[in-house]
């Protein structure tokens, strides 16, 4: 059985509101909002993305990208595998790139058993419109589903990953980090 709260909403009446599925927010007044889950989700660059297909070993993947080198762009991100040939693992990020100066790096900030990836690389050129690219490189042996959820995300546009060469693609500039 749900319980139900009485909370306070916009125009300062009382309703009743399913609690279960609802979760606190602050709107733009600074009124504390009781909202559906996937409303704050995705209204502040976060996201997930569960591999539709599962990820070789030993393979280079494309994750993300983004549309110019002249923004910031930075994230923060969760890497795990599901449980499929390899006991679930998962490993915490924090991303950063452009184009136009020395600035890429993937910092690895916390990880959970072994690793499920123990590659990253970003590549980047000198460009207003085309972007930064984030590949990583998977860890977990056999083939698995992975799961990846980002927050805090400036310009990257996640996608299923696509298996990359493991020579990076021409006419970028590559820096390349090992956990």
Same mark, same amino acid.
């Given at each position: 059985?749900?319980?139900?709260?009485?909370?306070?909403?916009?125009?300062?009446?009382?309703?009743?509101?399913?609690? =279960?599925?609802?979760?606190?927010? =602050?709107?733009? %007044?600074?009124?504390?909002?009781?909202?559906? !889950?996937?409303?704050?989700?995705?209204?502040?660059?976060?996201?997930?993305?569960?591999? =539709?297909?599962?990820?070789?070993?030993?393979?280079?993947?494309?994750? %993300?990208?983004?549309?110019?080198?002249?923004?910031?762009?930075?994230?923060?991100?969760?890497?795990?595998?599901?449980? =499929?040939?390899?006991?679930?693992?998962?490993?915490?990020?924090?991303?950063?790139?452009?184009?136009?100066?020395?600035?890429?790096?993937?910092?690895?900030?916390?990880?959970?058993?072994?690793?499920?990836?123990?590659?990253?690389?970003?590549?980047?050129?000198?460009?207003?419109?085309?972007?930064?690219?984030?590949?990583?490189?998977?860890?977990?042996?056999?083939?698995?589903?992975?799961?990846?959820?980002?927050?805090?995300?400036?310009?990257?546009?996640?996608?299923?990953?696509?298996?990359? !060469?493991?020579?990076?693609?021409?006419?970028?500039?590559?820096?390349?980090?090992?956990?």
């Amino acid at each position: 059985m749900l319980k139900k709260v009485t909370t306070k909403e916009y125009n300062n009446t009382l309703e009743e509101k399913d609690s =279960v599925h609802k979760v606190k927010a =602050v709107d733009a %007044a600074g009124n504390d909002i009781l909202v559906a !889950s996937s409303v704050v989700a995705f209204s502040g660059g976060c996201g997930k993305i569960t591999t =539709v297909g599962r990820l070789a070993w030993g393979k280079w993947y494309r994750i %993300a990208s983004s549309k110019s080198g002249a923004y910031p762009n930075s994230l923060l991100l969760n890497v795990g595998n599901l449980y =499929v040939n390899r006991a679930s693992l998962s490993q915490l990020f924090y991303i950063s790139a452009e184009g136009f100066g020395n600035n890429q790096v993937i910092t690895q900030l916390a990880y959970g058993g072994d690793k499920c990836i123990s590659k990253a690389r970003i590549l980047y050129k000198r460009s207003t419109t085309e972007g930064p690219i984030i590949e990583i490189l998977v860890n977990a042996s056999s083939e698995n589903y992975y799961a990846f959820a980002y927050s805090n995300n400036l310009g990257f546009v996640f996608q299923e990953p696509v298996e990359v !060469s493991e020579t990076p693609e021409e006419g970028y500039s590559v820096k390349e980090f090992t956990f």
